[in-house]
């Protein structure tokens, strides 16, 4: 009798301890933050309040967004440009190592991730989390075509759009990169055609081809579904993003939402109740309209009751561009990249240092700051931190976590070494500590000197700044510190020849799919 009840005890507590387990497996499941990684487009880090108290644009919903949280000073984007920086955010890798060396894609640009390639979306896919995308993807998908014979290629004029089959699905879309719902446009909302897409199939079939010639809301001559409205872009898109939050906020996973904005990139279009309200140009009553919206995406990440354990981010995927009129706001008072030389596509700091804020009231103390270099490839490793999943080799090679960075209390554990940077026409920086050397002569883009203009040939090969002394890079020290040089130097050939600069096994950069200057510099390096 005594070993009848022995062992049914036994069995209460096996069973128990079993249930106990599980319980307390699924609780801290449930403590997993939600992820909510907003992008915007074009916008200089000047353009946000709490980064330039002495700009014109009001921003009061982003400047509390920072305060309940923490803002990052020293963020950068690894490209100056849209889709470069793209690929870095979702792979946790440097653009260049991509078959894209230089610029941009188009509408109709084919797919630039591969499918094996594992991104933010397909790790926390893994690991249980609801997966969106909801916005500009500018990333490539493979449209249905009537006849692939015909392909005309990458696609810039209306008439290259005709062999499209807007009543099949596309295919190589966000959906095969981990993201289980996924809805927007695939390029620049200046880019042709002008077709929403959700979950691999077109909306509508466009109907009918518009353009714009506007000075601010142009956009490029392509076929237009009668749902695509261009002014509502934006406000669609936050639309749809609160409807998720709200359902997925009673469901028992958490989830990541990506909110790649199409804005304030041209077509720089503020709906008519913004039209003025700044007192500079379209482009900063655009920027107003943008802050209104995250005020109310945070407003319903409150009343969701998920606001403690929902991380909120943030940032923008180059500076301001001079589409903007950047010479026109200055004018006024308003610099859109703050003190920082250069604007959007080039390599000075102008094109590539973001605001970045991080807002998560279960871990981030109000009113944080920090002054840690940090780059947008940092969010795959990040991710894989706060699941508790260890990166394979081959998986984030230029991505760090910066979660130690986001308590203040490990943050010795940040191991980010140096950052590289990249411009429009793939001219590298790289940058370690205070000092930045650049390894062009001009910037890399479309600010003076231009590459190739009259003025390149008279100065150095190569530019190093000491931003600690001059972050205005007003002051090139270039053939004045060797051994710096020679250490920035090592370091670039470095990165480039391991195809990482994480630790951890060599790893190939992908072979040159669009021209590039990659390996053509390399060789400048070793000489």
Known sequence: MKGRYAFVLSAIIIVGGLYSFGFKEAEVKEKRPNIIYVLADDLGYGDISIY??????????????????????????????CTPTRYGIITGRYNWRSPLKSSVLTGKSKALIPKGRTTVASLLKKEGYETAFIGKWHLGWDWALKDPSKDSGEGWNAKDFENIDFSKKVKNSPKTLGFKYSYGHCGSLDMAPYVYVENEMPTMVPDTVTESKDK??????????????FDDVTPNFFRKSFSYIKEKSKGK?????????????????????????????????????IDDYMGQLLAVVKEAGIEENT???????????PAANIVDM????????????GHKADIFEGGHRVPFMVKWPAKIKAGSQSDRTICTTDLLATCADIVDVELADDEGEDSFSFLPLLTD?????????????????GSFAIRKGNWKMIFCPGSGGWSAPKPNSKKIADLPKFQLYDLSKDPKEEHNLYGQFHEVESDLTRLM?????????????????????????????LEVFNN
């Open 216 to 229: 601010y809301g142009w956009w490029r001559k392509g076929p237009t579904a009668d749902d695509f409205v």
């Open 409 to 425: 209390s490990k943050t010795e554990e940040y191991k980010r070494e140096a950052t590289v940077h990249h411009s429009i026409n």
């Open 52 to 81: 330039n108290p002495g700009g014109k644009i009001k921003t009061p919903n982003l400047d509390a967004l920072g305060a309940a949280g923490m803002i990052f000073t020293d963020a950068h984007t690894s490209s100056a440009v």
């Open 330 to 341: 200055k004018s006024k008072g308003h610099n859109p990249n703050g003190i920082f030389r």
């Open 253 to 289: 996973s958490p989830f990541f939402l990506y909110l790649p904005l199409p804005s304030p990139h041209t077509p720089i279009l503020p709906t008519e109740e913004w039209q003025g309200k700044s007192n500079l140009n379209p482009y900063g009553d655009f920027m107003m309209m």
């Open 311 to 321: 991380m909120i981010i943030f940032t923008s995927d180059n500076g301001c561009s």
């Open 493 to 521: 050939v470095s990165y480039i020849e391991n195809g990482r600069s994480t630790v951890g096994e060599k790893q190939k950069n992908d072979p040159e799919g669009y021209g590039s200057k990659l390996w053509k510099q």
